[in-house]
């Protein structure tokens, strides 16, 4: 079994903490924020489009005189399924066919891992452009088009724990006492595999959540008058030079969410998982 | 460098190409309805739908399919245009000067700072410069491109206006396309003007572009670098009386640069992927732009083309990156 | 001690700063070291005999470790107030050292002729040419077959014994005053460890060149050299010529060493370990260092004890020196 001992230095990691901080600020922005956002993030009016920050909107309004901090609020929302669907997408089927690949190795391992290597040829933006391309423009197929194009660098990471793992002796042990395939796989070597997974995960939440919105500011990912970030950044370009807020608050939003799972990431790397310095 | 190794690489080369180039068509044919129309148009006539049919071999099993597609991919036909019909693959040639440019210039700006603030960093962990610098980095991967690029465009362009809006030169003064390279034609057209003009449309959105590999090989240099100054042959190259500069730069990250050079390669895509972005900002005429614009087009026929370019050109970066690794390495490049 | 003085060291203190505070890893040591001969400095790992060769060349890990006190004079300066140029000019020029790794201590990334010339570009002002020549002779004179063709190839090429040869030839590349060798043969395998040691005594006796052979092994120092001093805890506990320190050691710390070594108890006798472990630096007890080991401690040993002349030339620092 791994040690989660180290899991208490989390709270000694300064950067793990702030992270944190970040991470339950928009978390709790997400559940709440909704129900105390001053305005409908829907409702337009045409008399106060692209108003400047003020007391009646801190953020301001966009050009259809929404309140951009309300919708920035239920943004939130959105982001942080972005991260756990397309994060849970890539998860779920990389590590299977990285347990799989490493486990087993043999004809499957290279199978699985050549078809790894395809994906990986591809640089990931536009990958997920292309599948989006396919799927057709929409929120759920962005998070299934970022999902995918990650599953090779799940898998990859899964594999060489195992590989490392089933050299170990208590592996062997296991499998002389006669244990069967699949307990050994999630009983024995998927827990011991798990640290470096939870750090790749983590950074993985700030990557789909960048990615997610980059779909979105192209017009790929969610569509207006979804209030996405990426989305709304992109409506705020052509006001740019007349209305700078419309596009820097969202942008705020994106990098702060992104910054809090990189330092979480970052914390948690160094106490579970020194080795995995590279990534 | 033994030919067998740069061999292997090429075959490996080889191997990712046809496999990209399976991924694209078979994606292609996910998609719903007739590939021919798809390919074609809602406007086509039927004569030209059914001779793209014939020519895709529609109604042949798909492994023929594929050997047809390749096959045209192989005489360098990327198919046509659906927006205006003209072949893609010279639609592509015409943009990717501008890309390479732009990719360039950010890549020789993450690279050098990249370097140079890891390296001191390592050199002086912990100090105000290294706490500065870290944090910086931190702030850069976590980054949107494309937030980062319209702030940068509103401060430089639009609050304090010393720099260009976007595109990559002033209408009109265009010099000959010789490189299709903006900074470069100027210069061999002898237009000192332009050539200033063209620097400064290419500065902001190369620093937009530079600014996460920035960020990314920051930190794996300081890392690295902290991991070497602590290896054997590093006090033995301080006892041998040597200058700390040289111990740093010759010893040291000579060593280091190993890690980096990886994660340079692995950046690589990331720019690709960056470019798509900066561009669309920046309204700079190149591929990434091309594709987006194709995207919306709904012209499949330009998208597969642009994503098989990309993909060729990762795979050759990478190939580059092996080489670059085996140059620096003598235990690779003599065992290998 | 007959001849002069090549280098001597007095008080030296090194710090290596920890979380519980400044420990010191060598504290109080006096040394002399005679000129034109292998001196031998014995000890345990942990007993501060690299720490003092890395404090000798200013080398210390950095920020860890630090001089608190003390001085090292060598040709008439103090070492440990020169500032860091002028260091420099004597690292791998005036003293050089080799290290106990050859497998890490050269650079993977340079050929090895490369990182010879180095030196001699460097302290002698050669020519890259001058240099390349020098770098193929030294290579012969440290025995290196086919020495000309070696300084293209690069470490992981070399075997193990190789590669200490070639860091014998940097550090004799400027002919320095001093050699300091830090357990040179501890990694070799053993037959290695024998042409190792001939080597740096034939080379030693060849230049005329002081030699600081730092080791754990008694058998090593019996080989080499003409005079040994024994380090405890960050000191020196004895120091005699290598003959006498053999027949009639002084110091219990040094007893039993000998008892715990197979060749000096011989067929048949008893080996027996010093019972208890080195105390950590930063818990010795007050008065001699290795009163909780001994097996002849009372209650003086809470004292300082004084360095001490046992028999001409033979020092030791106990209460109850033996011989």
């Known amino acids: 079994m791994p040690s989660w001992e180290p899991l208490a230095g989390l709270w000694r990691s300064r950067s793990a903490a702030l992270g944190l901080g970040l991470i339950a600020f928009v978390l709790g922005v997400a559940l709440f924020g909704p129900a105390v956002a001053p305005h409908d993030p829907f409702r337009t009016a045409p008399l106060e489009r692209l108003a400047a920050p003020s007391a009646a909107h801190p953020f301001g309004t966009d050009s259809l005189g929404r309140d951009i901090l309300s919708r920035v609020i239920h943004g939130a929302r959105i982001s942080i399924l972005i991260g756990l669907i397309s994060v849970s997408i890539s998860l779920f089927p990389g590590t299977l066919l990285g347990l799989l690949a490493g486990y087993f190795g043999g004809r499957l391992d290279s199978v699985i891992m050549r078809a790894m290597d395809m994906l990986l040829a591809f640089p990931a933006i536009l990958l997920a452009i292309f599948i989006t391309a396919i799927l057709g423009p929409s929120l759920p197929n962005t998070m299934i088009a970022v999902g995918v194009v990650y599953i090779p660098h799940y898998a990859r990471i899964v594999r060489s724990s195992v590989l490392a793992l089933k050299e170990q002796l208590f592996v062997q042990a296991i499998a002389h006492l006669g244990g069967g395939h699949g307990r050994i796989l999630f009983r024995h070597v998927l827990p011991n595999a798990l640290p470096p997974i939870i750090v790749y995960a983590t950074l993985g939440m700030g990557t789909a959540v960048l990615q997610a919105a980059a779909l979105g500011f192209l017009g790929l990912g969610a569509q207006p008058p979804q209030p996405e970030w990426g989305v709304m950044l992109s409506e705020g370009r052509q006001y740019l030079q007349i209305a700078p807020h419309v596009a820097a608050f969202p942008g705020g939003a994106i990098f702060i969410l992104v910054l809090g799972f990189n330092l979480l990431g970052d914390g948690l790397r160094d106490v579970l998982d020194p080795t995995l310095r590279a990534l | ?336 | ?323």
């Open chain 2, 1 to 336: 460098m033994p030919l067998g190794y740069l061999g292997r690489r090429l075959l490996h080369l080889g191997f990712v190409l046809l496999g990209v180039s399976l991924v694209v068509f078979l994606m292609l044919r996910m998609i719903p309805g007739d590939p021919a129309r798809l390919l074609l148009g809602e406007f086509a006539s039927a004569e030209d739908l059914a001779r793209l049919r014939a020519q895709m071999g529609l109604e042949r099993p798909l492994p023929v399919q594929y050997g047809l597609y390749l096959g045209r991919l192989l005489q360098g036909d990327l198919g046509q245009s659906l927006r205006n019909g003209a072949p893609v693959a010279a639609e592509i040639a015409q943009r990717l000067a501008a890309t390479v440019e732009l990719a360039v210039a950010a890549m020789l700006i993450a690279t050098f700072l990249g370097i140079a603030a890891g390296v001191v960093s390592a050199v002086r962990p912990y100090s105000l410069f290294d706490t500065a610098a870290m944090l910086l980095a931190l702030v850069g991967v976590s980054m949107p491109v494309f937030w980062l690029g319209l702030m940068l465009m509103y401060l430089f362009a639009v609050r304090v206006p010393v720099l260009p809006l976007m595109g990559r030169i002033g209408m009109g003064n265009e010099p000959e396309a010789l490189t299709g390279l903006m900074l470069v034609d100027t210069l061999l057209a002898g237009e000192g003007e332009a050539f200033l003009e063209a620097l400064q449309h290419l500065v902001l959105p190369a620093v937009t572009l530079a600014t996460v590999p920035l960020a990314i090989i920051a930190r794996i240099t300081r890392s690295s670098m902290l991991e070497v100054l602590q290896q054997d042959y590093v006090r033995t190259a301080r006892a041998k009386g040597l200058d700390e500069s040289v111990v740093i730069l010759r010893h040291a990250l000579r060593n280091a640069l190993l890690p980096i050079v990886t994660v340079l390669g692995l950046n690589l895509g990331l720019l690709l992927s960056g470019a798509v972005l900066t561009e669309t900002i920046f309204s700079w005429p190149g591929l990434g732009r091309y594709v987006v614009d194709s995207l919306m087009a709904r012209d499949y026929a330009a998208v597969q083309g642009c994503i098989l370019v990309f993909a060729a050109i990762l795979a050759v970066i990478n190939l580059v990156v092996d080489l670059a690794y085996a140059a620096l390495d003598p235990r690779i490049r003599i065992h290998a």
């Open chain 3, 1 to 323: 001690m007959g001849a002069a003085a090549v280098l001597s060291i007095s008080g030296l203190r090194t710090e290596f700063r920890t979380r519980r505070g400044p420990v010191a890893a060598v504290d109080g040591l006096d040394l002399e070291l005679p000129a034109g001969e292998t001196f031998g400095l014995v000890g345990e790992s942990g007993c501060g005999k690299s720490v003092t060769a890395l404090s000798i060349l200013r080398l210390l890990p950095r920020p860890a470790g630090r001089v608190a006190a003390g001085s090292i004079r060598f040709e008439g300066e103090d070492l440990l107030a020169l500032p860091e140029a002028a260091m420099r000019r004597i690292r791998g020029n005036r003293i050089s050292m080799i290290f106990q790794e050859p497998m890490t201590s050269l650079n993977p990334v340079l050929p090895v002729g490369f990182q010879i010339e180095e030196v001699l570009r460097k302290h002698r002002g050669l020519s890259a040419r001058e240099a390349r020549a020098e770098a193929g002779g030294l290579l012969a004179r440290v025995g290196m077959p086919d020495p000309q063709s070696r300084l293209d190839d690069y470490p992981h090429q070399l075997s193990g014994g190789m590669r200490q040869r070639a860091m014998i030839a940097i550090a004799l590349a400027c002919r320095p005053a001093l050699m300091i060798a830090d357990e040179p043969t501890t990694a070799l395998d053993v037959t290695i460890q024998a042409q190792i040691l001939e080597l740096i005594s034939r080379l030693q006796a060849e230049f005329g060149m002081s030699v600081l052979l730092i080791t754990h092994d008694l058998g090593v120092v019996a080989e080499t050299c003409r005079e040994a001093a024994v380090m405890y805890a960050g000191r020196i506990v004895e120091r005699a010529a290598v003959a006498r320190l053999y027949a009639r050691p002084a110091h219990p710390y040094t007893v039993g060493l000998f008892r715990s070594l197979p060749r000096a108890v011989g067929r048949g006798g008893k080996l027996t370990p010093i019972p208890g472990t080195v105390p950590h630096p930063a818990e010795l007890p007050p008065g001699c260092a290795f009163q909780e080991r001994c097996f002849q401690r009372h209650a003086a040993c809470r004292e300082d004890p004084p360095w001490a002349e046992v028999a001409t030339g033979h020092f030791a620092r106990c209460w109850k020196p033996l011989g």
